[in-house]
């Protein structure tokens, strides 16, 4: 049995994976199980150093990379570049904490015992990821668990497994160890990953996904209280103030936007732009949106397809139910081509604020401008939904941009930037957009587990 992989641009089919089920993800788990002996009591500088060697690899091989990612996912050639260089930048982050697992000691305040605390690997590790960034989406999770002495089974997208299996096999060339990482290809995930989740040697499931998915695996993590990252769904908005720089401000939504064709989980989901620069801020970021050209990664374009048939008609369907509650379409790109799941970045004015549109996910390169005047009511607003991942601030005045940025329920605020990702920085969001961090130091705890010893040394 077999996958196709589709290019999404051409339809055309790239290549064929292997569709596994619950024997072969059952196999997966005897290969890390049999690896983490071995794997977790290997030194983290040599652990450190087959990172960064799988760093300079996919430095080295970007632009095959970029291309192979263009083409399993449709992204433009500029945004699969852009997603190597970043997805590298966490194996090289890794690879600098993989020698820091930090540690205690500590005196217990009545005297006596001492405490010894550590971080360990947590055991076998579960990582599942999507399709739409095929690179980094794999690094974020792979790169902290080996660092921290992890072995892992690894289950990308049906969509985007090419990429996937590219990676592991540059970090193979790096030195990795036979067995560290196994990625498992299906058609049939509820499948695979129920598996691992009823595997006891299985004791970390790191998941991106959306929030009705990452939901059902919480609950069969609960029986066996696997140890659960979830890095789910956004709504992120994006505030435009009436002091804002308005050009940087529409560099920023142009970058929050229509990054990956708004196929990103922090992609700004619904504008708020205040009364005052209102008109100007359409006119302008509507005047950017016209100039995007849609297309095939491989003719140049900036914008490429949507990642399927499904993705194109509920992007399509929210925009007509958006005008058939009174917004109106103020720009809009030319059309793509006709083949493949094309759909022409386009700007909706006048939203109402009770619109549908600003209650769920786009994933798509539609922008709903909303207009706002008084501060609470703003807030009221842009707190008022179920995700709490990114949210973006642009603001003149400073002060107000970060009282703005602390009021909202989000794990990640952009102050005067398009971008919050960094592997530096601990990705993740509150509420229902997910549960721990990625990146950072954070990132590599979800990897480990506290212990103490409670020691009485007789002194
Ligand atoms: P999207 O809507 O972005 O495709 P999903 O949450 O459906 O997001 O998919 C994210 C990842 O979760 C993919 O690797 C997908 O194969 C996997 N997945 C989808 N459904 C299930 C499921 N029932 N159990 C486990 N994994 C799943």
């Not at 971080?119 to 960034?133: D, E, M, Q, S």
């Not at 921290?148 to 985007?160: D, M, Q, R, S, Y």
């Not at 909202?408 to 961090?437: C, E, H, T, W, Y």
Request: aromatic share 6%; proline share 6%.
């Amino acid at each position: 049995m077999s996958i196709p992989v589709i290019d999404p641009a051409t339809l055309e089919t790239v290549a064929t994976v292997a569709d596994h089920g619950p024997g072969e993800a059952r196999q997966a788990v005897d290969t890390a199980a049999a690896a983490f002996r071995d794997w977790s009591r290997t030194a983290p500088r040599r652990r450190s150093e087959v990172l960064h060697k799988a760093f300079e690899l996919m430095l080295r091989d970007r632009d095959e990379l970029a291309l192979l990612i263009s083409r399993e996912n449709g992204k433009s050639l500029a945004d699969a570049t852009g997603e190597v260089t970043y997805a590298a930048e966490f194996l090289r982050w890794f690879a600098e904490e993989a020698v820091r697992p930090g540690g205690e000691y500590g005196s217990a305040p009545a005297g006596g015992a001492r405490t010894l605390v550590s971080h360990r690997p947590v055991g076998v590790a579960a990582l599942i990821t999507p399709w739409n960034f095929p690179a980094a989406m794999v690094t974020r999770k792979i790169g902290p668990a080996i660092a921290a002495g992890c072995t892992a089974v690894l289950k990308p997208a049906a969509e985007t497994p090419l990429t996937a299996i590219a990676i592991v096999e540059l970090l193979v060339e790096a030195g990795l160890p036979d067995g560290v990482v196994t990625v498992v290809t299906t058609s049939d995930p509820a499948s695979v990953v129920g598996t691992w989740l009823d595997d006891p040697r299985v004791r970390k499931i790191s998941f991106t996904g959306s929030t009705p998915i990452g939901r059902i695996l919480l609950r069969q993590a609960a029986e066996r209280v696997v140890n659960s990252s979830m890095e789910l769904g956004g709504n992120a908005p994006f505030v435009v103030t009436a002091d804002a720089d308005v050009e940087a401000a529409v560099a920023g939504a142009m970058i929050a936007k229509f990054r990956n064709g708004g196929q990103a989980c922090t992609a700004a989901n619904r504008f708020y732009v205040h009364d005052a620069v209102y008109d100007t801020f359409v006119a302008r970021f509507g005047a950017e949106v016209e100039k995007l050209t849609v297309g095939a990664a491989a003719d140049g374009a900036a914008i490429g397809p949507l990642i399927n048939e499904k993705a194109l008609v509920r992007v399509r369907a929210a925009v007509e139910e958006t005008i058939a509650e009174g917004a109106r379409i103020s720009h809009r790109a030319a059309d793509g081509p006709q083949t493949g799941w094309f759909y022409p970045p386009t700007v909706l004015a006048d939203v109402p604020a009770t619109a549908a549109i600003l209650q769920e996910e786009i994933f798509g390169p539609v922008a709903p401008i909303a207009r706002w005047t008084d501060e609470e009511e703003l807030l009221t607003l842009v707190n008022d939904t179920e995700y709490g991942l990114a949210a973006y601030v642009f603001a003149g005045d400073l002060r107000q941009a970060v009282r703005i940025g602390e009021a909202i329920d989000a794990g990640m605020v952009g102050i005067n930037r398009g971008l919050v990702s960094d592997p530096s920085a601990p990705f993740g969001g509150v509420k229902q957009s997910g549960l721990g961090r990625e990146g950072a130091r954070e990132g590599l705890r979800e990897f480990q587990e506290t212990q103490y010893l409670s020691v009485d040394w007789g002194l």
